[in-house]
Structure formats: structure tokens, C-alpha cells
């Protein structure tokens, strides 16, 4: 079994990215999405997106990172893809999934999973770009309105040349409602002779167990799993035991750490504020953290909140 990390767009950047794989045996990561759309992009934006670039295209702690391309031309998609892989991407992957209004109404993401024969020339086009030695993947959803494309979908995009392919087990119109349909997902395994990775409403490890069954993909990829339960992947490989909410609180800590020397610590209240709310999903206590800085706009004032609920826990 391999374990990815989703791409998860404005929130797992390179800096959470650092800090799960710290914990957790990821065997991959995937960037959050670089936006193509009739250019090829200077490196800047590829290093901004994935600083991991400069040290092998691996996180610190020796993690895989896979570049993800967002966009509906084949030639700027391919192009692009060259000028990563020529910048040390160790892969590319394609996003038609994502279900955001933003990407969608411009014909991004899961909105291309009306349109097989543009899906079959995207990867066509990236696969004849990239070194034949570097993976070309792809994550879809089952379907735009309703789960009916998912096996015309998956065919052209492995006629098209990709190496592996992830499946939200959902339509772009379910969002992220559950359930997920898991079982849709063995029809995709057992039509295709590449790996299929399932992802989708797993938040622990019996749900890990159960999609891998019901799917028959050996691959887990986690996306909002991983940031409610942060040990989560540790907990499926490893048989881990769930982190304890003090564990919790050192690891926000250091995230918060992580935020301020970073170059994105101007984000860090509205970051750290959306991590609690995924966390609400499995700790309780997280609820009294988020009200107690929900109002909160400095930084400094919402690491001594944190610093106040370490100090209490460790007293316990």
C-alpha cells in the first residue's frame, strides 16, 4: 500500500506538507495546483508553488513531491510541463477534479470531465513532454452532474499515456457531501492495467480498510483526513495510535512556527483558523481553541493562545 497526500488548494502548501510528512509515512505528495493558461510560466512560480524543487523535489523529510498542472489547453499544459520537469520535478500530475466555482467556470478542474476527447489530448500532449522515465498522473472525480463518466474518462486519459490515476469517489456535484462511492471506483481498478488510487471520505483506519475493499485500489490518497486527524496516515501504516490533543497542541506550535519564519505569514490567522476547523472533525477541544481565536488577526496573539493551552496541557 502507498499512502498520497492530496493537493488540497490553499491549504496543504509546502509548509504543511513539511510538517506532515514529518509525522506521517507518506510514500507521495502533490502540490497544490499551478494554474496554466496561455503561457509558459516563468520558474518563479513553480519554486513559489513548490519550493521543494531546489532540494530534489522532496519534502525535508525525504518525501516525494509531484508537480500538479490546472488548465484546458494540451500545448500550454505540455509546455508547462517541461519547463517543470526541465526544473527537477520528479513527476506531473493533472488536476480534473478539482470542484471549485472559480476553476470550474473556466473550464478548469472538473468541469473537463464533460469533454473525454480533451481529457485524451491533455494527456497525450503532457505524456509526450515529459521524460519517458517521469510518472504522468491524473486525479478525476466520478463524474461532473451525475457518476456516469468515470470508465469513458479513465480510458482516454490512459490512451492518452498517464501512468497512474487517483479517483475522488464522488461527482463534482456531490462536493463533498457523504457518501462516497467507493465501490464505482472498482469498476475504474478493474477496466485499467495502470495503478488507481482511491481517495475520498477516509478519516480513519477502518474507513482506510473498507474504501481499499470496496475499491479494490491497494493506494490511499488523504486529503481533509489527514488535517483532522494529523497522524492519520501513521495510523493506517504504521498502526499508530491517534495523536492525543496535547500532541495536537505542540503540533500547531510548530506549525505556527513553521507559518511565521515561512513567506506566508501573513496568512497564518486564516490558516491556522482552518486547520481547527478540520480538526473540530475529531477533537472536541478544538472547538474552545477556534472560538477563543476566531476574532483573533495577529499572529503573536494567537501563538500565545496556543502557548496558554500547551502550558495547561502539560500541567495535566
Not at 520558474?43 to 513559489?48: A, E, S
Not at 492525543?244 to 513567506?263: F, H, M
Request: some cysteine; proline content about 6%; overall charge neutral.
Amino acid at each position: 500500500m502507498r499512502l498520497i497526500l492530496a493537493p488540497m488548494e490553499g491549504v496543504l502548501d509546502h509548509l504543511m506538507r513539511d510538517l506532515l510528512t514529518r509525522i506521517n509515512p507518506f510514500d507521495l505528495c502533490v502540490t497544490e495546483f499551478v494554474r496554466v493558461v496561455d503561457m509558459r510560466l516563468p520558474p518563479r512560480v513553480f519554486h513559489r508553488l513548490c519550493p521543494e524543487l531546489r532540494q530534489g523535489c522532496k519534502t525535508p523529510a525525504g518525501t516525494p513531491v509531484r508537480i500538479q498542472l490546472l488548465g484546458q489547453e494540451p500545448d500550454w499544459l505540455a509546455e508547462n510541463a517541461d519547463q517543470a520537469c526541465l526544473l527537477g520535478a520528479e513527476g506531473i500530475d493533472l488536476n480534473f477534479g478539482c470542484p471549485a466555482k472559480t476553476v470550474n467556470k473556466s473550464r478548469g478542474g472538473a468541469a473537463l470531465l464533460a469533454d473525454s476527447e480533451l481529457l485524451y489530448k491533455i494527456a497525450k500532449a503532457v505524456r509526450a513532454a515529459v521524460p519517458a522515465h517521469l510518472p504522468v498522473s491524473a486525479k478525476i472525480r466520478l463524474g461532473l452532474e451525475d457518476r456516469d463518466s468515470y470508465l469513458e474518462n479513465s480510458q482516454a486519459l490512459v490512451e492518452g499515456g498517464i501512468n497512474e490515476l487517483a479517483v475522488h469517489a464522488r461527482s463534482k456535484q456531490d462536493g463533498y457531501r457523504p457518501p462516497a462511492y467507493w465501490p464505482l471506483v472498482a469498476d475504474i481498478r478493474a477496466a485499467l492495467s495502470i495503478p488507481v488510487v482511491i481517495n475520498g471520505e477516509i478519516w480513519n483506519t477502518e474507513q482506510a480498510i473498507e474504501a481499499q475493499a470496496q475499491s479494490q485500489c491497494a493506494d490511499v490518497m488523504l486529503g481533509r483526513g489527514a488535517l483532522a486527524l494529523p497522524n492519520l496516515a501513521a495510523t493506517i501504516k504504521d498502526d499508530a495510535a491517534p495523536m492525543t490533543w496535547p500532541q495536537v497542541i505542540a503540533l500547531l506550535l510548530d506549525y505556527s512556527a513553521l507559518e511565521v519564519e515561512g513567506d506566508k505569514g501573513v496568512y497564518y490567522p486564516n490558516r491556522i483558523k482552518q486547520w481547527l476547523r478540520y480538526l473540530k472533525l475529531q477533537y472536541p477541544q478544538a472547538q474552545a481553541l477556534f472560538d477563543s481565536v476566531r476574532t483573533l488577526k495577529h499572529t503573536d496573539d494567537i501563538r500565545q493562545v496556543l502557548a496558554s493551552q500547551a502550558a495547561v496541557s502539560d500541567q495535566r
